[in-house]
């Protein structure tokens, strides 16, 4: 039994270094094995390659307490790890007869014809402990060496989750005894990262030495991450909970929810305990405010619907947008967006609307109005409140922003209303 276990995690994938698949398996075996009281000492990524294999496998051993790895145990021929840990570890591929039976049964369900790659499959190094694999045909292995503990899994997100969650992450749970982990996260929106820190900073100074404060910014939010560590886990928890009442207390305004909440988790908490309902009118986002809307369960019990009037015609015939409005000021301004909200809201019924009219960029803006422009109007039964913003030039990244500020415009007026 061991305090402060240490894990190094090594995807192997010629695809992770040339851009063409992002490594999101590392980032969800960091945070499962964080959760467990493990410290994440090294990840890497490294091609297909006998040597970075044995290089990477020869780094870790005797180092961290477990080596997790991912890839490379496809059935085609660039798919090497298997005979690598053959190498490593002194031994030889041996066909595995349970997982044979049940990359057979699989393929019969599937009504797919078994061939000699899917035999494959089933071919383990001898000395190591297998780890079947329910939802696929890889299976996991498990080896010791040198005092480190390796597991090999697949690459693909779901095999590899599965062969976590039901092999590995129960077995170090009951083999090692590491020291208490607890994450807090407070999620934060309407200041920079840099004014923020400065709000912070006798917070964070005055923080006892078990907790620390991590700012983690994307598109406008901020996650402020507490940690703490030590010997008793409630001890620690209610360490990082009194951290996270005095946190909440100096930027109350700021914070719109807890954990892993998004922001349209909280518009969505929000009008249920309102019994509200919302619609959507957007112009420059193209229907992205609505899609982070219902990628929620339950969001059928609020959300009406939108109208995604990209062009003029649409705002004038749909949603009743004055012609002479576009032309007197423009379909980018606070009274294209107030009309465009108040039409929606009428359209659909709703309690609250949310517009935004803006220009997505990197083209298409002007002098006056740039690239990176939108206007945002909420209306309801208290009025209308507008807002004018000016991101950057990235387009992609503007539309997501535009729609995470009208989101939370949105929260705004919701928590206003009686």
Sequence with gaps: MKKNMKAEIISIGDELLIGQTVNTNASWIGAELSKIGFSITRCVAIPDSKEDILNALSAAKGK????????????????????????FFGTRLVSNQVVLEMITTMMTRRNFQMNENNRRQADVPENCRVLLNETGTAPGMWFEKGGTIFVSMPGVPPEMKHIMTERVLPELKTRFVSQAIVHKNIMTYGMPEAKLAGV???????????????????????????????????????????????????????????????????????????????????????????????????SSAYYKGSVIAYSNEVKIEHLGVPAGLIEMNGAVSREVAEAMAKGSRKAFSASFSVAVTGIAGPDGGSEEKPAGTVWISVDSENGTVSRNFTFGTDRIVNILRFSIAALNMLRQEILRAK
Excluded at 221 to 235: D, N
């Design 64 to 87: 961290v307490e477990i080596a997790l790895i991912t890839g490379g145990l496809g059935p085609t021929s660039d798919d090497i790890t298997k005979s690598v840990l053959c190498e």
């Design 200 to 298: 912070l900073a006798v917070f964070e100074s005055e923080l006892p030495p078990t907790v620390k404060l991590a700012y983690l910014p994307s598109y406008g939010i901020i996650k402020l991450r507490l940690t703490g560590k030590g010997e008793s886990f409630e001890a620690v928890r209610d360490s990082v909970s009194v951290q996270a009442g005095k946190l909440c207390k100096i930027i109350g305004d700021l914070v719109y929810g807890e954990d892993e909440e998004t922001m349209e988790m909280a518009v969505g908490r929000l009008l249920k305990e309102k019994k509200a309902t919302m619609c959507t009118a957007e112009s420059c986002t193209g229907g992205s405010i609505a899609h982070l809307v219902t990628t929620v369960p339950g």
